[in-house]
Antibody, heavy 122, light 107 residues
């Protein structure tokens, strides 16, 4: 069974940093692109970052580019999101998600964690 | 960036009723469109990809269609367990973008 378990969420002051982790199991982690997707309270979904299988390529929307860094450790089947210079608008539940394999589905997320809550407030 | 306009924002349906949710992309996305279901307090689940292909394990009452910039999700025969939020997502190019969501409730 595919499992993605996020950790590291919490309350943080504006301008500070926080690092999220995601432990993956039930599949060969190193074979899949991985992503972070967030959801502000009572709002929709926003893609935050994607990383290639080896970690050599990363992708971000403008809203977090330069502040957030996605990384992975294939030996530990773990995904990370380093969030710096946090703003109140970064308050959200952050989901770890697996990109589906295959040409048709490479930008689709077919497995999601339960989410980690991040609150940015003074 | 590709903007995804989803409608309606909310919808109520009776059990057994057929419902449709629409998604309009700001440019052509060549059927690279996915639909997700998110039940209350849960994480999203993939329902449909490539506009019309059903993810494994998804009931056949769900179907997707469309082309170019216009896509739709249809539920043929609303069931109690279908009460949820639904989101479309363009899987055409980065940055990946989602629709604003449709809240589907039982009437």
């Amino acid at each position: 069974e595919v499992q993605l378990v996020e950790s590291g969420g919490g309350l943080v002051q504006p301008g500070r940093s926080l690092k999220l982790s995601c432990a993956a199991s039930g599949f060969t982690f190193s074979n899949y692109y991985m992503a972070w997707v967030r959801q502000a309270p009572k709002k929709g979904l926003e893609w935050v970052a994607t990383i290639s299988t080896s970690g050599s390529r990363t992708y971000y929307p403008d809203s977090v580019k330069g502040r957030f860094t996605i990384s992975r450790d294939n030996a530990k089947s773990s995904l990370y999101l380093q969030m710096n210079s946090l703003k109140s608008e970064d308050t959200a539940t952050y989901y770890c998600a697996r990109h589906a394999s295959g040409v048709v589905t490479r930008y689709v997320m077919d497995a999601w964690g339960q989410g980690a809550s991040v609150t940015v407030s003074s | 960036d590709i903007q995804m306009t989803q409608s309606p924002a909310s919808l109520s349906a009776s059990l057994g009723e057929t419902v449709s949710i629409e998604c309009l992309a700001s440019e052509g996305i060549s059927n690279d469109l996915a639909w997700y279901q998110q039940k209350s307090g849960k994480s999203p689940q993939l329902l449909i990809y490539a506009a019309s292909r059903l993810q494994d394990g998804v009931p056949s009452r769900f179907s997707g269609s469309g082309s170019g910039t216009r896509y739709s999700l249809k539920i043929s025969g609303m069931q109690p367990e279908d009460e949820a939020d639904y989101f479309c997502q363009q899987s055409y190019k980065y940055p990946l973008t989602f629709g604003s969501g449709t809240k589907l409730e039982i009437k």
